[in-house]
């Protein structure tokens, strides 16, 4: 069975920095691709960043530049590095997987519905 779990939320004042990390559990990393999602308060569900089984990755405009994807398959862990928050960053950030496949291996999906395995989720806020 495959389990997501996250970790490292918390708070932090505007500029400052986080790293979330996802613990991955029933399958091997190297051939799922994986995701970070975020969904603030009245707001729908947006796609972060996201890296494919061969290690391409994709970001939300949003956060080109600020925030890095990567992961760790020996450990089984995903991670988002978080540089330079902003107070509109704050949401419920959620890990999110699936079986990856060629048509997105060189530029992995930010859509919620192509992913089928998801994380309990960690907050994240930011103030001012």
């Known amino acids: 069975q495959v389990q997501l779990v996250e970790s490292g939320g918390g708070s932090v004042q505007a500029g400052g920095s986080r790293r979330l990390s996802c613990a991955i559990f029933?399958?091997?990393?190297?051939?799922?691709?994986m995701a970070w999602f975020r969904q603030a308060p009245g707001k729908e569900r947006e796609g972060v960043a996201a890296?494919?089984?061969?290690?391409?990755?994709s970001y939300a405009d949003s956060v080109k530049g600020r925030f890095t994807i990567s992961q760790d398959s020996a450990k089984g862990t995903l991670y988002l590095q978080m540089n330079g928050l902003e107070p509109e960053d704050t949401a419920m950030y959620y890990c999110?997987?699936?079986?990856?496949?060629?048509?997105?291996?060189?530029?992995?999906?930010?859509?919620?519905?192509?992913?089928?395995?998801w994380g309990q989720g960690t907050q994240v806020t930011v103030s001012s």
């Open positions: 999110a997987a699936a079986g990856d496949n060629w048509r997105y291996r060189l530029l992995p999906p930010l859509s919620a519905p192509e992913y089928n395995y």
């Open positions: 029933g399958y091997s990393i190297s051939t799922y691709r």
């Open positions: 890296i494919s089984s061969a290690g391409s990755t």
